[in-house]
């Protein structure tokens, strides 16, 4: 049982005096240097010491020296060290916004069967109201979330699946040059620019018409939002429906079947894993959407009523953060986040479960490409 | 013989006829379809009369002839008076959908008109839509997909006809408190309807057409995915043009060309005046200006992204390098996927919280440029490193393997055959990316954000602000350390302010145009880089296809 590790193990050492060997003694030296530098200069940035950029001069220094003399090595550690970044930024982020949202979790215990749970307060209570009671609750934000990503994954799925399909299956090569960039560029309009056409003209058209009480509604940036999110799901649904073999849609397709009895028993089935990651990056889009929340809602976080109502539309967890940042402090601004907090992990999940479901549909399709 | 021909002749006139009959249901559907959207953004009003007619009793009366021929369609398919090859079933789809629509149906009518209180409406509603549902899943093809939408429109439109949907015709649910009161109007329900019915109508027809069957499915499904996708460029044109047309005069007031107009500007020690000027985009926003502009928010854009790009795309070119050509695929490698994906689809407010908390504290404590550069850095960080990794992996082994056996080394061969052969995947990821930052606002807002209408003496000057000390940290530069606007959130701040807030003293715009003229400058900008991106990759992959 154990053998494996130490077996791994062992090859680990014996790789490692091999490059010791293989290496020049000034080689290593620089690659010391280099490597305690940056850490040393990134250990010094964490602490907000002014002394950061005198480790980091010697680590350029070391790079400098490294690439005139030991070039393919030093290529080799300093795009590493590029790839470790990312990941190293992903950890800083999940660090820093759990840190400032700790203080909320801490005020907000609650008991279950004696245990004292930090936070579970944000999600048992509906109020919010951070000058009067200092209380918090991610209730409303999540209920509101939840409302606009429902609507606009109603749009942006089914319309963004059609889109994929014309796209990718039935347009005519002339039209598809049309309609492709056409799509890509509505994913570039911002979203600051959709959320200021909702308040100067939905918003009011939406009270005007159905007489509500003040504007906001979740109705209209979820469909907003879904308009902004359909992008994400054509782009990646077609690389889908594409990665489906033309083997396969020409063996159905000499059957006899038509087109859409081909892409409804051969390519869509066959895409199937590709198509729903597709919408689950979109929900992901809608989910984080900020701007045209803020801009569009009211930014007071509670429920309407009844809970179904879609007509009044108060506050998101992207809203509230963007709308309550600048006058927020203390409880407040650890509140807002834990609203980062639940975004963030919410979009993880997403982002993950939908990587292990394209991994998957790659697998299946692999053999046969 | 010749009764088989008078037969024959009989059954193609009557199918020139049927589908005469269901081309023309198509073309009616469109054009009601049409006249739906038009009623609902208010360019026509309902009550206007047509030679005579309301428009309501006109949609009213359309929908039902649609109605009425819809089912003949379908009835005269069932009875085989034409050719056509029908399914025995309309499909599961298409069942759940008319039984959903006729739940609503249903439920409406028993508590809008009927006037059901509380939980009333549930029974109707199912008895309704599982009526639809049967109508749908039980009977032949042509009669399941007929049925329930000709059904509908004879409904619909008999309802206008009668007057029961009069102008003073409302409802709001009883169940909502009155500060959550929603009350619909036939302004709404009546366009609405319509649509909605069209689309159906269309649909059955379009089957009808192609005499059900496989065929029907296909140019039903069809129709529908052509309009879908006609919907979406129309929708792009008409947001683009309305900005443009409502942002554009604003922001060129004033604008002449000529010899010596501009304001005077100086380089490496001459100095001239621009041959252009361009109040808007050259003035800041104070009582010493006629027309009063954006310019330090254009700059502060501009510092934005080259700060952004500096950081990020050194970054990621070399990490997409060690990924596509060092890596052996891995743990490693696996991880940095899943972080990068992660990367890319977290939400742009969590990077401005993280840059808030872990940049603010360590670039002097408030929101800064530098902030704001490096947290879009880091969104525009997975943005490169993907495409670029993936223009990377596109680079055929060929080429290096024929580098290699040259005897030149992998960094040369890297530098010299890789990274020239991706360079147009390269830079077409970055200059999409760097569309997507400049339009990002809730990073800067909580990292960078500026006064709402700074004037032209807050503009940025980074280049100037550069200074060396002898002590650690050696390099400071105060512009970097200063708040700044940027375009995005400019007009998010104006928007905040309240859009009849701020009045310019003597400026020929309100505060509102100022607010679309900033719009419509943000999307040319952003656009333009999208324009540029997408055209550069079209153009290298029609230059590779050859």
């Known amino acids: 049982m154990n053998l494996l590790p130490r077996r791994r193990a062992v090859?680990?050492?014996?790789?490692?005096?091999?490059?010791?060997?293989?290496?020049?003694?000034?080689?290593?030296?620089?690659?010391?240097?280099?490597?305690?530098?940056?850490?040393?200069?990134?250990?010094?940035?964490?602490?907000?010491?002014p002394l950061t950029s005198v480790p980091l001069l010697v680590f350029l220094a070391s790079i400098t020296y490294g690439w005139v003399r030991h070039r393919e090595l030093t290529a080799r550690a300093v795009t590493m060290a590029m790839t470790a970044s990312t990941i190293l930024i992903l950890a800083l982020i999940v660090v820093f916004i759990f840190v400032e949202a700790w203080p909320v979790f801490d005020v907000a215990r609650a008991e279950v069967f004696g245990i004292s749970v930090p936070g579970l307060r944000l999600f048992t209570q509906a109020e919010w109201a951070p000058r009067s009671a200092e209380r918090y609750s991610l209730l409303p934000l999540i209920h509101g979330t939840v409302m606009v990503t429902v609507v606009a994954t109603l749009?942006?799925?089914?319309?963004?699946?059609?889109?994929?399909?014309?796209?990718?299956?039935?347009?005519?090569?002339?039209?598809?040059?049309?309609?492709?960039?056409?799509?890509?560029?509505?994913?570039?309009?911002?979203?600051?620019?959709?959320g200021f056409i909702g308040f100067t003209i939905i918003s009011p058209w939406a009270s005007e018409q159905f007489d509500l009480v003040g504007q906001g509604t979740y109705l209209f940036v979820g469909a907003v939002v879904g308009l902004m999110a359909l992008p994400t799901v054509v782009s990646v649904a077609e690389d889908a429906l594409n990665s489906v073999p033309e083997s396969m849609k020409d063996g159905s397709l000499a059957l006899g079947t038509t087109d859409?009895?081909?892409?409804?028993?051969?390519?869509?089935?066959?895409?199937?894993?590709?198509?729903?990651?597709?919408?689950?990056?979109?929900?992901?889009?809608?989910?984080?959407?900020?701007?045209?929340?803020?801009?569009?809602?009211?930014?007071?976080?509670?429920?309407p009523e009844p809970?179904?109502?879609?007509?009044?539309?108060?506050?998101?967890?992207?809203?509230?953060?963007?709308?309550?940042?600048?006058?927020?402090?203390?409880?407040?601004?650890?509140?807002?986040?834990?609203?980062?907090?639940?975004?963030?992990?919410?979009v993880m999940f997403l982002s993950i479960g939908s990587q292990l479901i394209e991994r998957r549909m790659k697998r299946q399709l692999g053999g046969q490409e | 013989m010749s009764t088989i021909t008078s037969r024959n002749s009989l059954v193609n006139e009557e199918t020139n006829r049927y589908e005469f009959a269901a081309g023309a249901t198509i073309a009616l559907s469109a054009l009601l379809f049409a006249l739906g959207m038009t009623a609902l953004f208010e360019f026509v009003t309902l009550t206007d009369p047509v030679a005579g007619v309301p428009i309501v009793s006109v949609l009213g009366g359309l929908l039902v002839l649609i109605g009425i021929v819809v089912l003949g369609l379908g009835v005269s398919s069932r009875l085989e008076l034409t050719e056509s090859t029908p399914d025995r079933s309309a499909g599961l789809v298409a069942s759940f959908v008319f039984g959903g629509i006729w739940f609503g149906i249903g439920g409406i009518v028993a508590a809008g008109m009927i006037g059901l209180d509380g939980a009333g409406w549930i029974l109707p509603a199912f008895l309704f839509g599982g009526g639809a549902f049967a109508a749908t899943a039980f009977t032949r093809e042509d009669i399941g997909s007929t049925l329930p939408a000709g059904v509908s429109a004879i409904l619909a439109g008999g309802v206008f006809l009668t007057g029961v949907l009069g102008p003073g015709w409302s409802w709001s649910p009883g169940s909502f408190p009155s500060d959550n009161a929603v009350t619909f109007f036939p302004s709404v329900v009546v366009p609405g309807s319509v649509l909605l019915c069209s689309l159906l109508v269309g649909w059955a027809s379009a089957k009808a057409y192609a005499g059900f069957g496989a065929r029907g499915r296909h140019l039903g499904a069809h129709v529908l995915i052509y309009l879908n996708a006609l919907g979406i460029i129309a929708?792009?044109?008409?947001?683009?043009?309305?900005?443009?047309?409502?942002?554009?005069?604003?922001?060129?007031?004033g604008f002449t060309i000529g010899l010596g107009v501009g304001p005077e500007v100086t380089v490496l020690g001459l100095s001239f005046s621009l041959p252009v000027s361009w109040p808007f985009?050259?003035?800041?926003?104070?009582?010493f200006v006629k027309i009063d502009g954006i310019l330090p928010a254009v700059v502060g854009t501009v510092w934005l992204v080259i700060g952004a790009v500096l950081f990020a795309v050194p970054l990621a070119v070399g990490a997409a390098v060690f990924l596509a050509e060092y890596a052996e695929q891995g743990r490693f490698t696996s991880v940095v996927e899943v972080a990068t994906n992660g990367l890319w689809s977290t939400p742009s407010i969590v990077f401005g919280l993280?840059?808030?908390s872990f940049l603010i504290p360590r670039f002097g404590g408030s929101k800064s440029l530098i902030a704001g550069m490096l947290t879009l850095g880091f969104m525009l960080l997975p943005l490169v490193l993907i495409t670029s990794r993936e223009a990377m992996l596109a680079v055929p082994d060929e080429y290096r393997d024929a580098s290699a056996a040259l005897g030149v080394s992998k960094w040369q061969t890297i530098r010299s055959v890789v990274l020239p052969a991706a360079l147009p995947g390269i830079v077409t990821g970055v200059i999409l990316g760097v569309g997507r930052i400049a339009g990002e606002t809730a990073p800067i807002l909580v990292t960078m954000a500026g006064g709402t209408l700074p004037a032209g003496s807050e503009t940025i000057d980074v280049i100037g602000g550069f200074e060396f000390i002898s002590t650690p940290p050696f390099v400071t530069n105060e512009a970097l350390l200063e708040a700044s606007s940027a375009l995005p959130y400019q007009l998010y701040a104006l928007i905040t302010a309240g859009l009849g807030g701020p009045q310019f003293q003597d400026a020929p715009f309100s505060a509102l145009d100022f607010a679309w003229a900033n719009a419509f400058i943000l999307l040319t900008v952003v656009l333009s880089f999208y324009a540029i991106g997408i055209t550069t990759r079209y153009y290298f992959r029609r230059k590779l296809n050859r």
Do not use: C
């Not at chain 1, 066959?270 to 989910?287: C, E, M, N, T």
């Not at chain 1, 007509?311 to 980062?340: H, K, V, W």
């Open chain 1, 11 to 49: 090859h680990w050492i014996v790789l490692a005096r091999e490059f010791l060997d293989e290496t020049s003694a000034s080689a290593l030296l620089a690659l010391t240097v280099g490597t305690v530098s940056l850490l040393s200069s990134l250990g010094l940035f964490l602490n907000a010491s």
């Open chain 1, 155 to 194: 749009v942006a799925g089914p319309l963004g699946v059609a889109s994929a399909l014309f796209v990718s299956e039935i347009a005519p090569p002339t039209v598809r040059e049309v309609v492709k960039p056409g799509i890509e560029i509505l994913a570039g309009i911002p979203s600051i620019v959709y």
């Open chain 1, 260 to 303: 859409w009895q081909t892409m409804t028993t051969i390519t869509l089935p066959a895409a199937f894993s590709g198509v729903s990651a597709a919408v689950l990056l979109g929900v992901g889009r809608a989910i984080g959407e900020t701007m045209a929340a803020t801009v569009m809602l009211r930014n007071s976080p509670q429920l």
């Open chain 1, 307 to 346: 809970l179904y109502n879609v007509f009044y539309g108060y506050d998101t967890l992207t809203s509230a953060i963007a709308a309550q940042y600048g006058e927020a402090t203390g409880n407040q601004l650890s509140a807002l986040f834990a609203a980062g907090v639940v975004l963030f992990i919410t």
């Open chain 2, 235 to 253: 929708v792009l044109f008409g947001l683009v043009g309305f900005v443009v047309s409502k942002g554009a005069p604003t922001a060129f007031t």
């Open chain 2, 281 to 287: 985009l050259m003035n800041g926003a104070s009582v």
């Open chain 2, 354 to 356: 993280f840059g808030a």
